[in-house]
């Protein structure tokens, strides 16, 4: 019979010899492949918990582990790496002046007294966006404070990276056979 207190003694070691090296403060340090909210950017090294690295950010490829090599490799391609950002940047701001001298239309069913019977959400404004003006934005980029429920203009705000925003505006007008005429 095979000993297994000797068994699980191995499998404790084996488990040790995967996980991510400490920190100072006791998390582990990451080095930030890509920007994350609320974390930091590019480049970073940041302390997180390790259930927060183990299951989020190293899968889905935001960060990596902060070795030496890494740090001597970000530091070497910073400049390139602030390069591609300004001009990322600058065509996030190009696209939010577009945003701001843009306004989409749409049609919605409306009752008599003006009200939607279903509501305009953010997935029928980028697909007007998309439509009319070949604009390719994300649902989550378009900020809505809740459902526009009744015809009429809107400004609806376009979040296009964490400090550039711009405004829309949204036109939900009466469609065919509506019950609504506008007076």
């Known amino acids: 019979m095979p000993n297994t207190s000797k068994m699980r003694k191995q499998k404790r070691n084996s488990f040790k010899k995967t996980r991510l090296p400490k920190g100072p403060n006791g998390g ?3 080095l930030l492949i890509q920007r994350v909210e609320h974390l930091g950017k590019q480049g970073d090294i940041v302390e997180v918990r390790p259930g927060y690295a183990n299951n989020y950010l ?5 960060a990596t582990i902060a070795t030496e090599h890494h740090k001597r490799m970000v530091e070497k ?14 065509t996030m701001r190009a ?3 577009q945003l701001k001298n843009i306004s989409v239309s749409s049609e919605a069913n409306v009752n008599e007294q ?3 019977y279903g509501s305009v959400g ?4 980028v697909a007007a966006l998309k439509k009319i003006n ?5 649902e989550s980029q378009v900020r809505l404070a809740g459902p526009l429920r009744e015809h009429g203009m809107y400004l609806v705000k376009i979040q296009l990276s964490y400090d550039i925003e711009s405004e829309l505006r949204v ?9 609504f005429s506008a007076k």
């Open 28 to 30: 582990v340090q990451l």
């Open 58 to 62: 190293i899968p889905q490829g935001l």
């Open 77 to 90: 391609h910073k400049e390139k790496l602030l390069e591609v950002q300004k001009q990322r940047q600058n």
């Open 95 to 97: 696209l939010a002046d």
């Open 114 to 116: 003006g009200h939607l």
């Open 122 to 125: 953010a997935t029928e404004i």
């Open 134 to 138: 070949d604009i390719h934005l994300e």
């Open 171 to 179: 036109w939900i007008i009466p469609g065919p056979g509506s019950a």
